[in-house]
């Protein structure tokens, strides 16, 4: 087996360590055995174990030969606003050897070999295309962007109409600049967000706030991120919105977007509604098991059935 001089990463807190655990099982299916940074708040999960006290971060080892490391995140900012900023500190700190960073949130499961996901960096910065894109070059929204951060003494001049999703990066540790960039734009965007402790459009539990889509910067970290690409145009390698199963025909990854997480949804509830499984849920039930196991064999069992029940349901009752 390959050995990887890469590393993953990934932040939770509350019952998001379901995700997490998935998101896990679901690299290490496709090939990953290097090591995987999970940056937590709260309690850990239940799943770890056993766990090695390595100082500044305790380690999980799984079979496969892939290492968990949980750092205890002591930040008072909104996990979705922190993401440049716990992987410049593993690239700096805590993972000194790592040659490549992968982020993916919580809430999503690598589908392709674990290969495909290598060499997609070797090119540039690997980030993919949003369910909300395209946002093109001259729309309002971006060109205000421009202009806010022009006042700022910021100056950014892009032709980039896409719109990417903030829940998965991957890079070299050469293009670090790309994620101290993204921590800039940040603390730039900050005082038109109310802070970083705040978020508008979660896939995380906490504090949220409600404001009108025109926002200037509505999407909080995703608009960040957004705008940090436009400074680094020359060196995105862009999936299109198959890449995360916003539309069919995916086989990348599957990300399970969205406040009803596939670890708590009730699929006959929503059924009864006429709502389908959506294809990231269906995905999801695929990795909870290896290498590690998050549900009871019944839980798992009355899972299905529920499952099972509900494409039933959504056959006559479409919404």
């Known amino acids: 087996m390959k050995n990887y001089t890469s590393a993953v990463c990934t932040l939770y807190e509350g019952h998001y360590h379901y995700g997490a655990g998935a998101l896990i099982n679901s690299i290490c299916k496709n090939g990953f055995n290097g090591t ?60 000194p050897n790592a040659e490549k960073l992968y982020y993916f949130d919580p809430d999503i499961v690598v589908k392709c070999e674990w290969d495909f996901i290598e060499n997609w960096t070797e090119d540039g910065i690997a980030i993919c295309e949003d369910v909300n894109s395209p946002m093109h070059s001259n729309h309002p929204t971006r060109m205000a962007w421009t202009r806010y951060l022009s006042e700022q003494g910021e100056e950014i001049n892009s032709s980039i109409g896409l719109y990417f999703n903030s829940g998965f990066v991957g890079l070299k540790r050469e293009d670090i600049s790309f994620l101290k960039y993204w921590k800039k734009i940040s603390q730039l965007t900050a005082p038109v967000l109310g802070g970083l402790d705040t978020h508008f459009i979660s896939s995380f539990n906490g504090r949220q706030k409600k404001r009108p889509r025109t926002a200037l910067f509505y999407g909080g970290d995703q608009d960040q991120f957004n705008v940090a690409t436009m400074k680094f145009e020359d060196r995105l390698v862009v999936a299109g919105r198959k890449a995360m199963d916003f539309t069919d025909g995916g086989y990348i990854m599957s990300h399970a977007m969205g406040g009803n997480k596939p670890w708590i949804n009730s699929y006959i509830s929503a059924a009864v509604k006429g709502k389908k499984i959506p294809l990231s849920h269906q995905r999801y039930w695929e990795n909870v098991q290896e290498p590690i196991s998050l549900f009871s064999k019944s839980v798992l069992k009355k899972k299905r059935f529920s499952m099972k029940l509900a494409k039933v349901i959504t056959r006559f009752n479409h919404a």
Not at 36 to 65: C, H, M, T
Not at 69 to 80: R, V
Request: with cysteine.
């Open 36 to 95: 995987v940074w999970i940056g937590y708040r709260g309690e850990l999960p239940f799943w770890a174990s056993p766990l090695e006290d390595k100082g500044e971060y305790k380690s999980y080892q799984i079979e496969n030969g892939c290492e968990v490391n949980f750092i205890h995140l002591e930040t008072d900012y909104h996990l979705a606003n922190y993401k440049p900023y716990f992987m410049v500190d593993l690239l700096e700190k805590y993972s």
